[in-house]
């Protein structure tokens, strides 16, 4: 079973305008964390935000902010206001268990075109 | 400027010729892994180290080693690579006990013939 799942291989959206990006995650362990990388065309990989699994509030980050709704385990990324340079793969990642354990599990990804 | 630098970031090689992909970074991290990146498979970990001489395999670590003698730097080894190599490869790092970002290389694009 995958441990990250983004079920929207492409998303388009009109500047301007809000979009969520969807991910779902799986695991039995309590404490985890829960992030998100933007990777435009040129490829790097580029933190957007994190949530921890005993954070209450969700996590946001300027025009970022990731809806976290742990009983349904699902942390979406929500950009807010979309701009021209929001097109690009994003990916959402896990990381298991305890904090000296870094690996990053991660989704197969989201194509996020920004149309003006 | 705080960062982590791979070299080469573009190689073209031929199946079976050993080749290293340097990795290093300037924040005194404790942790370093890396990744490799394949269409409609995300990014997936090779291999990671906690410290100097402390390293374990990923969840692919075929066709691969890692060294870690100094704390900054985290090479990459293909002993004898294979065109099922040919990938985008990603070196990552972080403070092991405050791992809420994770810091990527710029990438190396390998090609295997």
Request: hydrophobic share 30%; proline share 4%; net charge neutral.
């Amino acid at each position: 079973a995958q441990k990250i799942t983004q079920t929207q291989p492409g998303m388009f959206v009109q500047e301007k305008e809000a979009v969520t990006l969807d991910c779902t995650y799986d695991t039995s362990d309590q404490s985890y964390g829960l992030f998100w990388y933007k990777q435009p065309s040129s490829g790097e990989m580029i933190f957007l935000i994190y949530q921890g699994s005993y954070d209450e509030q969700n996590a946001t980050e300027g025009r970022y902010s990731l809806n976290f709704q742990k009983a349904r385990k699902s942390a979406n990324l929500v950009i807010s206001a979309s701009q021209l340079g929001d097109s690009a793969m994003y990916f959402c990642a896990m990381r298991e268990g305890a904090r000296s354990q870094g690996n990053l599990i991660f989704g197969k990804g989201t194509k996020l075109s920004v149309k003006p | 400027e705080a960062q982590v630098t791979q070299n080469p970031r573009y190689l073209i090689t031929v199946t079976g010729k050993k080749l290293t992909v340097t990795c290093s970074q300037n924040m005194n991290h404790e942790y370093m892994s890396w990744y490799r990146q394949d269409p409609g498979l995300g990014l997936r970990q090779i291999y990671y180290s906690m410290n100097v001489e402390v390293t374990d395999k990923g969840d692919v670590p075929e066709g691969y080693k890692v060294s870690r003698k100094e704390k900054r730097n985290f090479p990459l080894i293909l002993e004898s690579p294979s065109p099922n190599q040919t990938s985008l490869y990603f070196c990552a790092s972080s403070f092991l006990l405050a791992d809420n970002e994770q810091f990527f290389g710029p990438g190396t694009r390998l090609t295997v013939l």
